[in-house]
């Protein structure tokens, strides 16, 4: 269980901020929930307590584990399907993962599709959701205001991007 504080992860929406937990009644049953705010968009969302580890809420990352994710991008092999709808599954998946590496292939992978042959409106809205997941650990857990956050990560992605 969390506490109001706690800095979390949502797999789909990026890292935010435990501010409260109410109780609520639906359909004649009291539920739990955590009100999660994103500091970086402002984002507000009402996680019920008993479903977070399904959703997969996670805690951040450490500054060592971020560090090591935004190192190792430009090792990440981009692996892009021909095929739009299985690509945009397989991307999806891996963004749901809740893994900031798996993150991170998605970002690198629809920056060098991008850059290649550019993005339908669906892609294009699947790299600013993952940036956002990945920049939102990165401002939390580095402390770090959210232009240098973004301007370094599109740097470290186009190290990999015009090497591919």
């Not at 269980?1 to 929406?13: Q, S």
């Not at 409260?20 to 500091?39: A, D, H, Q, S």
């Not at 450490?62 to 299985?86: D, K």
Request: aromatic residues 6%.
């Amino acid at each position: 269980m969390y506490l109001i504080g706690d800095k979390v992860v949502h797999p789909m929406h990026g890292a935010g901020i435990i501010e409260e937990i109410t109780e609520e009644r639906l359909g004649g049953k009291t539920n739990r929930y955590y009100v999660f705010r994103m500091p970086v968009c402002g984002l507000t969302l009402k996680l019920p307590v008993e479903n977070c580890a399904a959703i997969g809420i996670r805690t951040l990352y450490t500054i060592s584990q971020i560090e090591e994710v935004l190192g190792h991008i430009p090792l990440l092999e981009v692996e892009m399907t021909a095929n739009w709808n299985r690509r945009y599954r397989e991307n999806m998946e891996r963004i749901k993962s809740g893994e900031l590496i798996k993150v991170a292939q998605v970002i690198k992978g629809l920056m060098w599709r991008d850059k290649q042959r550019g993005l339908s409106n669906g892609e294009r809205k699947m790299l600013h959701s993952a940036k956002q997941i990945l920049l939102s650990e990165i401002v939390l857990v580095c402390d770090t205001p959210y232009a240098d956050a973004e301007k370094h990560l599109n740097q470290t992605m186009m190290i990999g991007v015009n090497n591919a």
